[in-house]
């Protein structure tokens, strides 16, 4: 069974720091390329960050480069969002997606809230 849980998330005073963790259960998680997406109330899902199955590539919304760092620990089967220096603005729901072709998958998302 398919499993993508984040967790880390909750509710940081603007300039705040958050470590977002998504464990993957299921599939062969070193296959996978894997990324970070967001909603906010009234907005469209984007995606904020992802990385290649590898680790060695990876790419950012222009919102948040230089704050936000994606990275992943294969032996773990786990991936990470480090955000740093949050905003009002980086508050929503934050999803992980799994894709390899056109195989993926999406955790239940957990909550950011930047708020002072």
């Known amino acids: 069974q398919v499993q993508l849980v984040e967790s880390g998330g909750g509710l940081v005073q603007p300039g705040g720091s958050l470590r977002l963790s998504c464990a993957a259960s299921?599939?062969?998680?070193?296959?996978?390329?894997m990324s970070w997406y967001r909603q906010a109330p009234g907005k469209e899902r984007e995606l904020v960050a992802a990385?290649?199955?590898?680790?060695?590539?990876?790419n950012y919304a222009d919102s948040v480069k230089g704050r936000f760092t994606i990275s992943r620990d294969n032996a773990k089967n786990t991936v990470y969002l480090q955000m740093n220096s949050l905003k009002p603005e980086d508050t929503a729901l934050y999803y992980c997606?799994?894709?390899?072709?056109?195989?993926?998958?999406w955790g239940q998302g957990t909550q950011v809230t930047v708020s002072s």
């Open positions: 299921g599939f062969t998680f070193s296959r996978y390329a």
């Open positions: 997606k799994a894709q390899y072709y056109v195989s993926n998958y």
């Open positions: 990385i290649t199955n590898g680790g060695g590539s990876s």
